[in-house]
Every structure is written in structure tokens, then in C-alpha cells.
């Protein structure tokens, strides 16, 4: 992760690293790199600094996880059932509502809670992957539709502390979309047809929402 993505950030979520805490959304369209800057804001957080002539041992101790909103993807069997399965990456083809209450449960900070992942390589969610326990300071939760107005998504956005859009040009996201059909097996033909057809129309979807970020951070 460049610094010139990964510090401002680290820089905003810093002084919110009180007694209290902390979430912070990471939003933006298929292929923005919301995962990768996620997982390096977690990882910058994971362990606090040892400031220069500190005994490591008088450092307090701060852990961070990232949550993945991919986690409440419905799983391929009920796509297939409710006729979703080329539709997949859309607001219709995730648990809404468990994504919600998860996030009411991880923002009161009051018992160890289990949040779901999602497997690339299975393109399956995994449930119960992530412990996320009381004495964590800082979640970074990264989806497409974080800032969706329409219930139950809108219910989610006052939970977090700060959100943050990556607006990335099409050039760029694109190519990376069909690299990543290419590699769960699909000929070109097929992989421009899907990046096109579904991730493009969730993308456009999503843009709607750029304005409600607290942050947003062009990407070249």
C-alpha cells in the first residue's frame, strides 16, 4: 500500500484512538483497492508505535481487525435459488440486515463477536472467521455499500467514526476486474461480459454515494 494512500487516513484515525472504539468505513467501486487499504490501516494500527527510549512494555496495547462486507455475500445455492447468480456483487445479493445487526453488535463493544469473511477462491462467505473481542480499538470495515441511502444499509452509516471513498478512473479498475474474473476461470470473452454487465452497474451505483464519505482519496 502506497503512503500517499495509507497515511492520510492513518493520520485522521489517529487522534480517534481514545478510551472509545473506533470504526471506520472504506468504501468505493469494484476494484478500487478497498481491501488492500483496509488491511494496511488494520495492520497500522494492530500494534501501537514504541515512541524512541519507551520500554515496549510500558506501550499500551491496541489491536485493530478488518471486517470485509463481502462476509454477508449470499451464499452461490441461495443465489441460484432466489435467480441472482448473474447478479452477484449487487445490494440484493447480500444478508442486509446481518450485515446491520453485526455492526450494532461490533459498535457496542461489549462482547466477542464473530464477523464472516469471504474466500475468493471458494467465491463463498465464511461465517464466524473474524473474532473481533471487547478490548479491540479500531475495526476497519470495507464494502461497496457502506453509504447506500436505501434501508437497511442507511441504518449502518452513523455507526461509523469516519468513512472514507477511493475514487479510482475506470482505466485502472477495470483491467484489474477482469484479471481477477480471469483468474476464478473465465475466458476473456467471459470476463468482460461479467465486469461489464454486473460490476460496472454496481460501480455506477455506488459512485451515487461518493458525496457521503467523510473523506475521499483519489487514486491514479
Known amino acids: 500500500m502506497r503512503p500517499e494512500l495509507l497515511d492520510p487516513v492513518a493520520d485522521l484515525v489517529a487522534p480517534l ?8 468505513g472504506i468504501v468505493g467501486a469494484p ?21 524512541a527510549g519507551t520500554e515496549p ?19 452461490n445455492v441461495e443465489l441460484a435459488r ?23 453488535r461490533i459498535r457496542a463493544a461489549d462482547e466477542l463477536v464473530y464477523a464472516p469473511t469471504f474466500n475468493r477462491n471458494l467465491n463463498e462467505s465464511i461465517g464466524s472467521a473474524i473474532p473481533i473481542s471487547p478490548s479491540v480499538e479500531l475495526v476497519v470495515v470495507e464494502g461497496n455499500y457502506l453509504l447506500l441511502p436505501t434501508d437497511p444499509w442507511v441504518r449502518a452509516r ?9 475514487d479510482v478512473p475506470d482505466e485502472v479498475r477495470v483491467p ?10 473465465l475466458d476473456r470473452t467471459a470476463a ?9 452497474a454496481n460501480a455506477r451505483l455506488i459512485a451515487t454515494t461518493r458525496a457521503a464519505a467523510d473523506v475521499v482519496l483519489t487514486r491514479g
Open 17 to 24: 484512538l481514545t478510551s472509545r472504539r473506533v470504526m471506520v
Open 31 to 51: 476494484g478500487a483497492g478497498k481491501s488492500t487499504l483496509a488491511a494496511a490501516l488494520a495492520d497500522r494500527f494492530a500494534r501501537p508505535r514504541v515512541p
Open 57 to 75: 512494555a510500558a506501550a499500551p496495547d491496541r489491536a485493530a481487525v478488518c471486517v470485509p462486507m463481502d462476509g454477508f455475500h449470499l451464499s
Open 82 to 104: 432466489l435467480g441472482l447468480a448473474n447478479r452477484k456483487g449487487a445490494p440484493e445479493t447480500f444478508d442486509a440486515w446481518g450485515f446491520v445487526h453485526l455492526m450494532r
Open 158 to 166: 452513523p455507526l461509523f467514526d469516519l468513512t472514507v471513498y477511493i
Open 176 to 185: 484489474r476486474l477482469v484479471r481477477r474474473q480471469r483468474s476464478r476461470g
Open 192 to 200: 468482460h461480459d461479467w465486469v461489464n454487465r454486473s460490476d460496472e
